[in-house]
């Protein structure tokens, strides 16, 4: 039972978007070594000319608008209404369990994870949340603390927060460049309008999303998260990534995710994001 309570705790960690590639480019192998060449004579050079390299960082309007572009555009992303995502999630060999996350506009949450045949849920509606999480003890409908509901309405959004981020009253800024698994990236620093400061890494050649860096609150304590994506597919002409791999870092869990199915604008009632009656606050 403590196995399994150790993987709700880890899954915990996953809700919400998640981050880096697991597919970077492997190393070319080094080229053979010859006997070196006669040395060519020395000739005059032309004037050097400005390179690419030399040019100007793109802004963060046009790096996130590339971005979104990629993803396969402001109007497909805004066609999503709700959304319903179910996988697998591993935290090891004998740490295994469903999950089901479903979104629904403008900030409605439902995750649901089974192991061991045992369901643990977690609702919010955007301003209240319940929970019932068996592992836990609590084999009845409870409330969800502030925080947590604040965080999971932020997860909800299902554009993603680089998407219309000024209105958001999000800031996000450009704080260089990094290599994450070998791939050359955009390091984005997000500031949400709750306070919240995460990274976004984005391929420089692509824009696709490599990682996320943020920091959550895991029984009162902050835990740095680096979630890494990778698998991606399209769902309604908008990529998702399928594959999910997560990490507290300065910890050993990690976890994996495989995204199987992904419903676009499936019906969704509002009844699956309000409080039962059994939940007393």
Known sequence: MSRARSLVVAVLLAIGPAASALSSAPAAPPAPTTAPAPAAPITP??????????????????????????????KKIRAIQTLREQG????????????????????????EFT??????????????????????????P?????????????????????????????????????????????????????GGVRYEYLDVKTLERVRTDSTRQVRGRAVQIETTYGDYRKSGGVRFPHLIDVEAVGRPQRLHVVVDTIEINPPLSDERFRLPSQAKH
């Open 142 to 194: 409870g409330p969800l603390a502030d925080e947590v509901v604040a965080e999971a309405a932020e997860q909800a959004d299902i554009e993603g927060p680089l998407v219309d981020w000024q209105a958001k009253g999000h800031k996000v800024e450009l704080d260089g460049r990094e290599s994450v698994g070998g791939r050359e990236t955009y390091k984005l620093k997000m500031t949400l309008k709750s």
């Open 115 to 140: 192991v061991q045949g045992v369901t643990s849920v977690f609702v919010s509606d955007g301003q209240r949340g319940w929970k019932m999480s068996p592992f836990d003890g609590d084999t009845a």
């Open 88 to 111: 697998r999630v591993s935290a090891g060999a004998d740490r295994q369990g469903v999950v089901t996350r479903e979104r629904k506009r403008p900030n409605q949450s439902r995750f």
């Open 45 to 74: 050079t032309a004037p050097a000319t400005p390179s690419a390299a030399a040019a100007p960082s793109p802004t963060v309007d046009e790096i996130v608008a590339r971005h979104v572009a990629w993803r396969g555009g402001l």
